[in-house]
């Protein structure tokens, strides 16, 4: 198991470690830098002059040095501006202090300093997500409970008339992307076309207070898609647990229906979904890009457009880690968790 | 002329959609008439999921192909006047009718929603078998094979798999990207893998007929390498290896880069699934039977395993179909890669939304033509499980 563990860990670093490069060379490509360099100093500056001030913010060094700064395991760059003052990555990093530290990087806390925000990505990056998190909460407590009773209730007579009705919905749930369902729900429940006006179409005002009407339509719209899925690898999985012989056997021992399903069936039958569910995160993050954007809801997703939107390197490098260790992470728990749900799947 | 009410609306659009209805009379006709001898196509008449998901994507499918004839209005004529009207509202000139209305710039939603069709149906299906050609090519070997190879494509497939699918759009799909020519570098590579897949098809079956074998490697190599040099360069790029007298296919460069990110995004996935079907069907006699006859390791993965998985294949097509549609949604939806004047509907959904208290057809309408599209799709899909799981 701690091998297992161990070997688990490695791969995740090394993903992650070429991850953040890909990200690193993608966003620092010379048409990037040298729009960063006319947004800083002037739009209608020569291409000499683009690189003179790039050499002079530090952009000069090859790609792997710059990556290497900003993991923080290369020192930061140091130079001295036309006044005389020491310049560098890690005087910028740590503005007041007297002698500054060489490296200064992600390790070392530093995640660098937004263009369009002017303020340090780190700091932006737990305010979203903070609000990103409440978000996923109210997701998770609306999606995966309303998942799971679809999935059984679908999955314990299979082939009968509820299942049939159950699994066409969770098959049309699946094929409505956020932003199909966040449109028609904003259609029917918030707009003058229909009248009924029960919540509100954006969700700006619940980063300030969060009420039932101006949270409820982004929440729904971001669960939808994700129950579908999750119902039907529950309803799968149910299924297949139904057939099993010792259901049989409870069965013909006369337990009734009901407690077949919710004392012998419904434990077996969860494992497979609560490895979907984790693995759902990944997903859930698309979603929360999506519909923060649609509902204008300034979180982790709408920052990490606004970055992308406005080249701002910083802070999408920063959001892209998030990212990318959410994933990861996620990815890693589900198959520990199956494990230890799991006793017939041991590993030497 | 009065305006339309919701009935005449529902009339209108019914008619206008005749040439649809007529291919789609005669499609069913024929299959149902027919059905015993068409395999599994045949036999997804069987079943009334698989019949409405057909219809649906036939639908579609049509609509993109008579889209000229069901056009009212040209997709980018802007009428000042009609600007936010709602459906049903006549021109100004009194000789037609706006059938689902107009949008923000006075276009007609209706026309442009069909139009949008065109769009999806194009790219979706070529990029989901373009992906599956690159899942192909890598996933037999690495399944077949297992040990190293196996080790340094499963990393890195999953390492695309871990990227959030609209963090790398966003860094794929961007104007910077394509002055750079990346994109055109990863189709140089990724268009590649239909050609070799198709020699490496056609030389493990025909090797012992070396006449034949070199007759159709030889048409493969030069229809589609000419095919493959044509879509790839574009003149004044990175990437003009071709003259463009003898360059027949124009791609423009952002609907190439909305191509091969989507098949960059979707290969993986596929990847993973025929990697794991290999895993499974190479313990199979057949295979042991073919490896006993001294057949070489293509063969068996070409001609004795690929066709063998072909059951959870083809579902799966369908069902990444839709989910390709549903890319192409989300890179309009976020503005990526297709003009802002394209009439595809994650573009038209995002011109949509900004405006959606005062009118909200103009977002509905590709709304709802874009979820019963992928609507379709999942249901052919499970119609396909349900009927292939039969035999």
Not at chain 1, 25 to 38: D, G, Q
Not at chain 1, 47 to 56: G, H, M, Q, Y
Not at chain 2, 103 to 113: E, I, K, P, Y
Not at chain 2, 268 to 276: D, E, L, Q, S
Request: charged fraction near 15%; aromatic fraction near 12%.
């Amino acid at each position: 198991m701690l091998t297992f563990l161990l070997r688990r860990l490695f791969t995740m670093v090394l993903t992650a470690l070429c991850l953040t490069f890909v990200v690193f060379y993608l966003t620092n490509l010379p048409p990037n830098l040298e729009k960063v360099a006319k947004s800083e100093a002037g739009a209608r500056i020569t291409d000499t002059e683009v690189e003179s001030w790039l050499a002079k913010h530090g952009y000069a060094q090859p790609v792997l040095v710059r990556y290497g700064e900003w993991l923080g395991v290369v020192p930061g760059w140091t130079g001295t501006s036309d006044s005389g003052k020491a310049t560098g990555r890690c005087v910028d990093a740590y503005p007041d202090a007297q002698t500054p530290p060489r490296f200064c990087g992600v390790l070392q806390g530093y995640w660098g300093f937004s263009t369009v925000f002017k303020e340090n990505v780190g700091g932006i990056i737990i305010t979203r997500l903070g609000l990103t998190g409440i978000l996923m909460f109210w997701v998770m407590v609306l999606m995966v409970p309303a998942a799971l009773i679809i999935g059984v209730l679908a999955g314990m007579r299979e082939g009968s008339k509820l299942d049939r009705t159950l699994s066409t919905v969770s098959i049309a749930s699946t094929a409505t992307p956020e932003y199909v369902s966040g449109v028609i729900l904003i259609v029917v429940f918030a707009s003058s076309l229909v009248g009924l006006k029960w919540f509100k179409g954006t969700a700006t005002s619940a980063m300030d207070g969060i009420t039932f009407e101006n949270f409820f339509l982004p929440v729904l719209t971001i669960a939808l898609y994700g129950i579908g899925y999750i119902a039907r690898m529950t309803r799968a999985s149910m299924t297949e647990v139904m057939t099993a012989q010792y259901i049989r056997t409870a069965r013909l021992k006369g337990v009734s229906f009901t407690n077949v399903v919710m004392k012998h069936a419904l434990r077996n039958a969860l494992i497979a979904p609560f490895t979907v569910i984790m693995l759902q995160f990944p997903w859930l993050l698309n979603g929360v890009v999506i519909t923060e954007t649609l509902f204008n809801y300034k979180g982790f997703g709408w920052t990490l457009v606004s970055a992308a939107g406005n080249n701002d390197i910083q802070l999408l490098l920063g959001c892209s880690v998030v990212a990318v260790v959410v994933v990861l992470v996620t990815q890693l728990i589900s198959d520990v968790g199956y494990v230890f749900l799991n006793p017939r799947i041991r590993i030497s | 002329m009065q305006e339309y009410g919701w009935g005449a609306i529902c009339a209108a659009f019914f008619t206008q959609f005749w040439p649809v209805w007529l291919a789609l009379i005669i499609t069913y006709a024929v299959s149902i008439r027919y059905k015993r001898k068409l395999g599994l196509y045949g036999k997804l008449f069987d079943s009334t999921i698989g019949m409405i998901g057909f219809g649906i994507v036939m639908f579609w499918v049509f609509t993109a192909i008579f889209a000229d004839m069901i056009i009212t209005h040209g997709t980018l004529e802007q009428v000042s006047q009609m600007k936010n009207k709602s459906p049903g509202t006549v021109m100004p000139d009194g000789a037609s009718w706006y059938i689902l209305g107009g949008d923000h710039l006075g276009r007609d939603v209706f026309s442009r929603m069909v139009m949008g069709s065109r769009v999806v149906i194009e790219i979706a299906p070529m990029a989901t078998v373009f992906a599956f050609m690159v899942g192909i090519t890598l996933g037999l070997p690495a399944g077949y094979y297992s040990g190293k190879l196996d080790t340094i494509l499963s990393f890195l497939a999953n390492l695309i798999l871990a990227f959030p699918v609209i963090l790398l759009f966003y860094l794929l799909v961007t104007p910077e990207m394509v002055e750079t020519g990346l994109p055109q570098y990863m189709a140089v590579v990724l268009f590649l893998f239909p050609l070799i897949f198709l020699s490496v098809l056609l030389n493990s079956r025909y090797y012992v007929r070396p006449n034949l074998r070199n007759i159709m490697i030889a048409a493969v190599l030069v229809i589609g390498g000419w095919a493959y040099l044509a879509l790839v360069s574009e003149p004044d790029t990175r990437v003009a290896v071709l003259p463009e007298a003898f360059d027949f296919i124009a791609l423009p460069g952002n609907i190439l880069i909305v191509f091969v990110s989507v098949v960059f995004v979707n290969a993986p996935t596929v990847y993973r699934i025929i990697r794991g079907l290999v895993l499974d069907i190479k313990t199979r006699d057949y295979v042991a039977a073919a490896q006993t006859r001294g057949e070489g390791p293509w063969y068996i993965m070409l001609w004795e395993i690929l066709p063998n998985a072909r059951g959870p294949l083809i579902v799966d097509f369908c069902l990444r179909i839709g989910y390709t549609t549903i890319l192409l949604g989300t890179l309009g939806f976020f503005g990526l890669g297709l003009s802002p004047e394209s009439p595809d509907w994650g573009s038209t959904i995002n011109a949509g939304r900004k405006l959606m208290s005062i009118a909200p057809h103009p977002a509905i309408v590709p709304a709802l033509a874009l979820m019963s599209l992928v609507l379709g799709l999942n249901l052919l899909a499970d119609g396909l499980r349900e009927e292939s799981l039969r035999d």
